[in-house]
């Protein structure tokens, strides 16, 4: 076979080279920087997760727009049931493992789980990728229970890392890495897959879909003596300043468990939280917390002077990032209290009981708080401004007949909690940021950037 003519070389040539150069042309992004946020977009759904009932009930209520209720669905075992909400009030479900809003009932979508023996109460999570649960058991006295659910059809997975007194706690298999079928709820004893009796840290990080997860937490007498139970709520992360509020006048046998979960060593100190200032005690000396361990601090002697007198919180302070949690007896019920995380905007939280305290501090400015209360039907009961600031608590009684508070922060942002107390005894339910907007990711041709997709959770 002959080569070919240059004539016949330069028509195969030639447009090839046309195209590549079209090519190179077209493949320029010029419509934006790389690296843009998330956009916002409507909130479309929104699932909360309650722990396994023992007794008592649910309330819901959402911050939707317009004034309309909607509707959600609350999954009590394998049954599905549908529940009408009503505006601007918290509405009660005999009992729920899980709730989902749709469309004007996601944003704003809020949940709390209470009753059972004594008294507990706990505001429902939705779904997380990392959460931190400090002073949890698994002893023969002090035992915990995490429960993991997950809320979508396929599988997911979870890492669970342990910390202790004397270190990171080298655990089974069952909590090297633990899967969840679609729509199922797993519960680990602790007692049973890490037998230890000190105080522990537990570490959530969710590998695989989506998990939330919440703790049991029960003290079991040796001989004669009641069971006693109360749920503990996770921590988003570690921090080195946190503030435990609602602490009750008469609590019995207080304790803060601090996890340093840093790789350097820790200086901690605990500091008194009162309407008029902050301040540290004397008897409260700066401690030492090894690095990857739990340290507890009995604080008995201190809240049992008249200088707690009138103590609203406990503020601690490290210079390491740590996890912490309070600790006590209320008329022999068990009391637990966590940090909350700030709230900027308009929130909710529901309101199961006569008698309840809000309980507010942690504020950055001075600034006021307006509280609304609502009874059943979503009628005013009670509006009151508050003053609010640094270094400061306040509480506000709640008046009877209010079913759902709006708590508005202006000029700051607050942390809060609600503190409920009956015959049974007390537990606290904190306030939180409510999730109004979805996020879309910002996907171009080899940029990805994570974000949510219009759904509530991670």
């Known amino acids: 076979m002959g080569r070919p003519s240059a004539l016949a070389v330069v028509a195969v040539v030639a447009p090839l080279l046309t195209v590549g150069a079209a090519l190179l042309t077209d493949t320029r992004i010029e419509d934006g920087p790389a690296g843009s946020a998330p956009q916002e977009v409507a909130l479309t759904s929104a699932t909360l997760v309650c722990p396994t009932g023992q007794g008592g009930g649910v309330l819901v209520a959402s911050d939707a727009a317009g004034g309309s209720g909607g509707r959600v669905t609350a999954l009590v075992g394998k049954e599905e049931r549908e529940v009408e909400l009503v505006p601007g009030a918290a509405t009660r479900l005999d009992d729920a493992d899980e709730v989902a809003g749709s469309g004007s009932s996601a944003p704003g979508l809020v949940a709390q789980r209470y009753g059972g023996s004594g008294l507990r109460a706990v505001d429902c999570p939705a779904t997380s990728s990392d959460q931190w649960f400090t002073g949890v058991g698994a002893g023969a006295e002090h035992r915990s229970v995490l429960e993991l659910h997950n809320p979508d059809e396929g599988p997911a997975t979870a890492t669970i890392t342990v910390l202790g007194q004397s270190g990171p706690v080298g655990a089974g298999g069952e909590l090297r890495g633990v899967s969840v079928a679609g729509g199922a709820t797993t ?272």
Do not use: M, W
């Open 187 to 458: 519960r680990i004893e602790l007692g049973s897959a890490i037998p230890k009796r000190e105080e522990l840290t537990l570490r959530v990080t969710t590998d695989r879909g989506r998990l939330a997860a919440t703790v049991i937490d029960s003290f079991v007498p040796v001989g004669r003596g009641e069971t006693t139970k109360e749920y503990l709520a996770g921590q988003r992360e570690p921090a080195t300043s946190q503030l435990l509020l609602g602490l009750p006048v008469d609590v019995e046998e207080p304790a803060v468990v601090v996890a340093n979960t840093s790789d350097s060593a820790a200086r901690v100190s605990l500091r008194l939280v009162t309407a008029e200032s902050t301040f540290a005690p004397t008897g409260l000396e700066e401690v030492l917390v090894d690095p990857q361990s739990v340290r507890r601090f009995s604080l008995s002697r201190v809240l049992g002077s008249d200088v707690a007198e009138g103590v609203l919180g406990i503020e601690v302070v490290s210079s390491q990032p740590t996890t912490a949690s309070f600790r006590g007896r209320v008329d022999g019920d068990l009391l637990t209290v966590v940090p909350q995380g700030p709230v900027v905007t308009a929130t909710l939280v529901p309101v199961p009981l006569p008698g309840a305290r809000l309980v507010l501090g942690g504020a950055e400015a001075l600034g006021t708080v307006t509280v609304l209360a609502l009874d059943e039907r979503g009628r005013e009961v009670d509006e009151r401004v508050v003053e609010v600031g640094p270094d400061l608590a306040v509480e506000v009684p709640v008046p009877d007949g209010a079913t759902l508070l709006r708590v508005v922060p202006r000029g700051t942002a607050v942390q809060g909690v609600l503190r409920l107390r009956s015959g049974a005894g007390a537990a606290v339910v904190g306030l939180r940021e409510l999730v109004r907007v979805g996020l879309v990711p910002d996907v171009r041709p080899g940029l990805v950037v994570p974000g949510q997709s219009g759904s509530s959770g991670e």
